[in-house]
């Protein structure tokens, strides 16, 4: 365990649905991200919030709204989404410094299919 | 904004062998650059990192070089096992601004043959 926790592991959805991932880290990070990873690309950095304030959105659709209620929580609202938005949405934290990152610590992941 | 790129995208050796992989970045301010290894169906996880003042840094088989005139830097697995077999990612960190983001690099994925 690496003390951030993602919930469900696994999602089934259709494109009409609305669902939300959850992270959870209990290592007193005050940096949270939300990573997409797909055989086409990898590792997609999607948002990274810094003392649950929003400070990067990388492109992303609107589909995708994430929330930040504290410093330990992380969510990713989805709804209407698309087939290709099937993928592992990876959660991820990290004390953030003004010398520079520290280590990025990972969740397992939630393997979402767009059905 | 930031580009990582890697190099190759898969890579066999045999047991016993040396494995490198390289990456490249686009922006010079970047300053932390750490490695992952996600074994197939797990998180990735820190195998080692540097800092834009070190030119080098080891730990037991693995090492990473840092080039900062280049703007590369490389991944070094000596005597390689099978359980080194993984997908390796690179990344690069920007300081400062708001905060700082890990722009990770495409991935290789790397296969040791016993």
């Known amino acids: 365990e690496t003390g951030v926790t993602q919930t469900p592991r696994h999602l089934v959805m259709g494109m009409t649905n609305k669902k939300s991932l959850k992270c959870e880290q209990h290592?007193?990070?005050?940096?949270m991200y939300w990573y997409k990873q797909s055989a086409k690309k990898p590792l997609e950095l999607m948002f990274v919030?810094?003392?649950?304030?929003?400070?990067e959105n990388n492109s992303v659709p609107s589909r995708f709204s994430p929330e930040c209620p504290n410093s330990s929580h992380l969510f990713l609202h989805l709804h209407t989404l698309q087939p290709e938005d099937s993928a592992l949405y990876l959660c991820?934290?990290?004390?953030?410094?003004?010398?520079?990152?520290?280590?990025?610590?990972f969740g397992q992941g939630t393997r979402l299919t767009v059905v | 904004g930031e580009n990582v790129e890697q190099h190759p995208s898969t890579l066999s050796v045999q047991e016993g062998d040396s494995a490198v992989i390289k990456c490249t970045y686009s922006?010079?301010?970047?300053?932390?650059f750490p490695w992952y290894k996600q074994e197939l169906g797990k998180r990735p996880q820190l195998i080692i990192d540097?800092?834009?003042?070190?030119g080098e840094k080891k730990d037991q088989r693995i090492a990473v070089t840092l080039n900062k005139t280049a703007k590369h830097f490389s991944l070094h697995i000596t005597e390689t096992q099978p359980e080194d077999s993984a997908v390796y990612f690179c990344?690069?960190?920007?300081?400062?601004?708001?905060?700082?983001?890990?722009?990770f690099g495409t991935g290789t994925l790397l296969a040791v043959q016993p």
């Open positions: 991820a934290s990290s004390q953030d410094q003004q010398w520079g990152n520290t280590e990025a610590f």
């Open positions: 290592l007193g990070h005050n940096a």
């Open positions: 919030y810094s003392l649950e304030e929003r400070v």
């Open positions: 922006d010079s301010a970047s300053n932390y």
């Open positions: 540097i800092r834009s003042n070190v």
């Open positions: 990344a690069a960190s920007i300081t400062g601004g708001a905060t700082n983001k890990l722009i």
